[in-house]
């Protein structure tokens, strides 16, 4: 089945710094997704990339999708304590409506 | 997006009960999904809710476990049967209409002793 990998886990980062995270595919991707969960509440949705290597950008959040369709990429542009929190990527493949969903990475900002 | 809202928020249940969690929309969705999260994990989808018809379940979630409802467009609920400790776990609902984003529920967190 399809797989969506987040690696690492964990990330902490000094406020104003910047932070990426990729998210790769077992599978090509019909559309690629990212949630943001803040500690103690549920995913919220930030983004959708449809277009192979397209990027969108959400103030100091960038976002690419890759030319394969098979990986994809947050960029957060200096860093502040409101960004904490866990990132999903999730994407879906060819008909289906189900996402799956990457294990998420822990942003910590440290002050 | 959608507005929804779960019940119970959260719940502490001992063993061999069961839990019914409700999922209600503020509007007609085409999709509505249960996901399970343990702690510090990622989200695991159990089932897609079908309106009118049996759940349709993923690998590994059999519905003698996780029965599932869902009489309309605007309502789910979801029944942890004949729970253990491995059940505890944050359930969450999430629904989409049209697109394929998803929107997500706050959230019932069970706890089983």
């Known amino acids: 089945g399809q797989q969506v990998m987040q690696i690492p886990q964990y990330q902490h980062v000094q406020e104003g710094e910047d932070f990426t995270r990729y998210c790769n595919s077992s599978?090509?991707?019909?559309?690629t997704q990212w949630y943001k969960q803040r500690p103690g509440g549920h995913p919220v949705f930030l983004i959708q990339?449809?277009?192979?290597?397209e990027v969108k950008k959400q103030k100091r959040l960038t976002f690419q999708f890759g030319e394969a369709k098979k990986n994809s990429s947050l960029h957060i542009t200096a860093t502040q304590t409101t960004d904490v929190g866990t990132y999903f990527c999730?994407?879906?493949?060819?008909?289906?409506?189900?996402?799956?969903f990457g294990s998420g990475t822990q942003l910590t900002v440290l002050p | 997006s959608a507005v929804i809202s779960q019940k119970p928020s959260r719940d502490i249940c001992q063993r061999g009960t069961s839990l019914t969690i409700q999922c209600q929309v503020d509007?007609?969705?085409?999709?509505m999904f249960w996901y399970r999260q343990q702690p510090g994990q990622s989200l695991t989808l159990i089932a897609t809710?079908?309106?009118?018809?049996?759940?349709?379940?993923e690998s590994g979630f059999v519905i003698d476990k996780f029965p599932i409802s869902r009489p309309n467009l605007t309502f789910s609920t979801l029944t942890v049967s004949n729970m253990s400790p491995e059940d505890s776990s944050i359930y969450l609902c999430?629904?989409?209409?049209?697109?394929?984003?998803?929107?997500f529920g706050p959230g019932t967190r069970l706890t089983v002793l």
């Open positions: 999430s629904v989409t209409s049209g697109a394929d984003t998803q929107y």
């Open positions: 809710a079908n309106q009118g018809s049996e759940a349709t379940y």
């Open positions: 599978t090509t991707l019909s559309n």
């Open positions: 999730a994407g879906n493949s060819g008909s289906a409506r189900q996402l799956t």
């Open positions: 990339l449809v277009k192979s290597g």
């Open positions: 509007s007609q969705v085409t999709m």
